[in-house]
């Protein structure tokens, strides 16, 4: 198996955009979790399932062709021959992601899916149980994390500068709320892996973060295996 990094957090802190730019640095694959289990949420909207059907959703999960295409700086998400990239970023989608999550049948077929692609090749995991329960073996892990008014800020900048008309107290509502559902559910809750890095990024720009952890990763990699030196 090749080398695993694995980034979890909660939503807001930072993490795609991090993760994203490890792993072009790394020329590692990046894996975007949170992207399967918000095609997961659009499926089952589609098919008008209910999250409560549990074998309903193991066969939906079955049947969905989930492609990751990186051909420019933000990766897409295909189902089949569909380009769901955008669809899935609503603040509908990011509630129903975080409730269909804590379906055991969607996790196990999630898990399973996102094992077969850590086999394969150096591998950047963002999501929330990347360190503790999918990857519990990977050679790297990091925390990411930052206050929840910090994050509901950034949150709220983004959407604002997409001309979305929502307010700052919705955001700040919504995310306590998903993370009260992320950490509070029975099966791989958002926690951090007792062997992560704990990162918080409340008062630390993008670049500190990548580099911090880059140099965290390139450290492991090169003393595990006498790899040049790190270029900073
Ligand atoms: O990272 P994100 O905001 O795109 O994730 C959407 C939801 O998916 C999140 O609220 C919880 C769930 N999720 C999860 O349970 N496990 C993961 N590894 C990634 C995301």
Do not use: W
Not at 35 to 58: C, E, I, N, T
Not at 137 to 156: L, N
Request: contains cysteine; hydrophobic residues 40%; glycine residues 8%.
């Amino acid at each position: 198996m090749d080398k695993i990094i694995t980034i979890d957090g909660p939503a807001g802190a930072g993490k795609s955009t991090v993760s994203r730019i490890v792993a072009k640095e790394l020329d590692f694959l990046y894996l975007d979790t949170g992207a399967m289990y918000r095609a997961v949420a659009l499926q089952a909207k589609m098919q008008d399932l209910d999250f409560s059907d549990g074998d309903g959703l193991k066969e939906m999960c079955g049947r969905l062709d989930l492609r990751f295409v990186s051909d420019g700086d933000v990766p897409r998400i295909f189902n089949g021959e569909e380009d769901i990239s955008l669809v899935i970023r609503s603040p509908e989608m990011d509630m129903l992601a975080s409730r269909v999550s804590a379906v055991k049948e969607v996790r196990e077929a999630m898990t399973g899916f996102q094992r077969r692609i850590g086999a394969k090749r150096g591998l950047v995991a963002e999501g929330r149980d990347m360190g503790t329960v999918v990857f519990p073996d990977a050679d790297k892990k990091f925390f990411v994390t930052a206050s929840v008014e910090v994050r509901a800020e950034r949150r709220y900048q983004e959407r604002a500068y997409r001309g979305e008309p929502i307010l700052k107290e919705e955001v700040l509502a919504e995310l306590k709320k998903r993370d009260e559902q992320d950490s509070n559910r029975s099966i791989a809750p958002l926690h951090p892996a007792s062997d992560a890095l704990i990162l918080d990024t409340s008062f630390l720009s993008i670049d500190e973060v990548v580099k911090a952890i880059l140099i965290s990763t390139r450290g492991y990699l090169e003393d595990g295996e006498n790899a040049e030196s790190p270029q900073f």
